[in-house]
């Protein structure tokens, strides 16, 4: 089982509203992801937890900001958006992060529309 | 130069019809390297990992020249079910299992 589960599909928001993203696994992994896809365009890594500790930021805006509350969950709480940053947002795991790598599985992601 | 470079396509292939895509990438100690393919609105799933021996799965084939820095995938008898887009994805030693992607070769097979 390779399943990624992310809610909501589906997110429209006000630049003034704060969210929030869930991801979550259960096949045991310690890595966890968040990536930002444009229309188009290939996924763009936000941040990487590992063993629910985060260990890249890739110079996000502090209007994104992640946590991991246990190794099976990832949230992206979002706070001020701006529209430029609708977006499908996707979740992805694996089984480690480190000198070994190891492949990814993505979630079905959440489209977020910010009005 | 890009980290991983691939022909944006779009290829138009009848069914049936093999298809080849290619991917270079510029750093010499990449240590990683996967095909993903991506559906319309939908999120990107691991096609097949590459390895230096090459390797087969079905009708997808993959290679992986570290001399020339090059990574080929092979699809025969194409499907429609096939359409979709290809990402090349590499990964540098010591990058922390950070995914490098390339851009995308669009594939649409019709009857």
């Known amino acids: 089982d390779t399943e990624v589960t992310q809610t909501p599909k589906h997110l429209v928001m006000g630049m003034t509203n704060k969210k929030s993203l869930k991801c979550e696994q259960h096949m045991g992994h310690r890595a966890m992801y968040w990536y930002k896809q444009k229309a188009k365009k290939p996924p763009e890594l936000m941040f990487v937890?590992?063993?629910?500790?985060?260990?890249i930021n890739e110079s996000v805006p502090s209007r994104f900001s992640p946590e991991c509350p246990n190794s099976s969950l990832l949230n992206l709480h979002l706070h001020a958006l701006q529209p430029e940053d609708s977006a499908l947002y996707l979740c992805?795991?694996?089984?480690?992060?480190?000198?070994?790598?190891?492949?990814?599985?993505f979630g079905p992601g959440t489209r977020l529309t910010v009005t | 130069r890009k980290e991983v470079e691939q022909d944006p396509g779009p290829f138009n292939v009848p069914e049936g019809a093999t298809v080849a895509f290619n991917c270079t990438y510029s750093?010499?100690?990449?240590?990683?390297f996967f095909w993903y393919r991506q559906d319309c609105r939908k999120e990107p799933k691991l096609l097949m990992s590459v390895y230096s021996s090459g390797n087969e799965d079905g009708r997808f084939t993959a290679q992986l020249n570290r001399a020339s820095q090059y990574i080929s995938l092979l699809i025969r008898d194409s499907k429609l079910s096939d359409s979709a887009t290809y990402l090349c994805v590499v990964i540098f030693s010591g990058g922390y299992n950070k995914l490098i992607f390339g851009a995308g070769t669009r594939l649409a097979v019709h009857p």
């Open positions: 992805a795991s694996s089984r480690g992060q480190g000198a070994t790598t190891y492949e990814q599985y």
């Open positions: 937890y590992s063993y629910e500790k985060l260990s």
């Open positions: 750093n010499s100690a990449s240590q990683s």
